[in-house]
């Protein structure tokens, strides 16, 4: 069974830092693109970072272009999303998802985890 895990969440204040983890199971990863997207309260989910199978390319939503930055580590089945000069308009539930093929589009995710949440005070 396939599981995606985040972690690494929680509270900052504006300016601050914060570094997502997912940890990746029951499939194999290295063909897998990744991806994080968020939802913040009343809205929809939405594409935040894309990285391909062996890291080789990356995508990012223009709103953390320059802030964000997507990795993983094939060899230990994981995915990152550093985050630095967060903003309040990032606070949101971040989730992490796994795509068999390239693509920012939420319907070509396969696997979803359960989410962590980031909250950017003030």
């Known amino acids: 069974q396939v599981q995606l895990v985040e972690s690494g969440g929680g509270l900052v204040q504006a300016g601050d830092s914060l570094r997502l983890s997912c940890a990746a199971s029951?499939?194999?990863?290295?063909?897998?693109?990744m991806g994080w997207f968020r939802q913040a309260p009343g809205k929809e989910r939405e594409f935040v970072a894309a990285?391909?199978?062996?890291?080789?390319?990356?995508y990012y939503a223009d709103s953390v272009k320059g802030r964000f930055t997507i990795s993983r580590d094939n060899a230990k089945n994981m995915v990152y999303l550093p985050m630095n000069s967060l903003k309040p308009e990032d606070t949101a539930v971040y989730y992490c998802?796994?795509?068999?093929?390239?693509?920012?589009?939420?319907?070509?995710?396969?696997?979803w985890g359960q989410g962590t949440q980031v909250t950017v005070s003030p």
């Open positions: 998802a796994a795509n068999g093929g390239w693509s920012w589009a939420e319907s070509q995710y396969n696997y």
């Open positions: 029951g499939l194999t990863f290295s063909t897998y693109a």
């Open positions: 990285i391909s199978w062996n890291g080789g390319s990356t």
